[in-house]
């Protein structure tokens, strides 16, 4: 199954109520950021293609820079792509050996509407609150400013967009025990479905 929904949403939220029914949770961001860590080969092909300036003076992938760089440069951001998406799919396929032939595998995928990854699951689950919600919920929970919220929320797919995407929609704008009791149904679907 894909997960996923726009910052603020409830994904890790939707995610760790699924991880207690039994699903083996693959976090997308933290793979990506796993094969990039300072020692792999990633991050020693990055530094290859992109010079040294990408990285901080640490010797870690400065990730902001890199963005910079590849922002406004799809054949550099192809480039990229070349480096990180292989050695994501290879660490994917690792943790999926480890998981027995019937259990529900949960893809945390923040970006999944707007890379068009729809087609790579069975299922793709969409979690869905208003946008004056996220909003909120990210002010107060994170500490960001509204106006840096709201940015990430516009360069984001829209919701329609997004809700268009999903096989199942999670409403996630009550409270947490309604979202449990709203979870726990998407999971007898899940184990029905598997
Ligand atoms: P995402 O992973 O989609 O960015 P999170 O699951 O981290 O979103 O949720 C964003 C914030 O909102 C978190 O601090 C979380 O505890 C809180 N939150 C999630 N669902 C609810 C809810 N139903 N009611 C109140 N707060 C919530």
Redesign the pocket.
Known sequence: MGLT?G???????VARRLEGHGALIVDADQISREVVEPGTSGLEEIAAEFGDDVLTEEGRLDRPRLGEIVFSDTAKLAKLNAIVHPRVGARTEELMKGASADAVVVYDVPLLVENDLGGLYDVVVV?DVPEEEQVA??VH??GMDADQVRARINAQAARDRRRAAADIVVD?S???E??DARVAEVWEYLRTRA
């Open positions: 929904g910052i603020g949403s409830g994904k890790s939220a979690v919920r990210v929970n994170r996630n009550g409270t947490p309604d979202l």
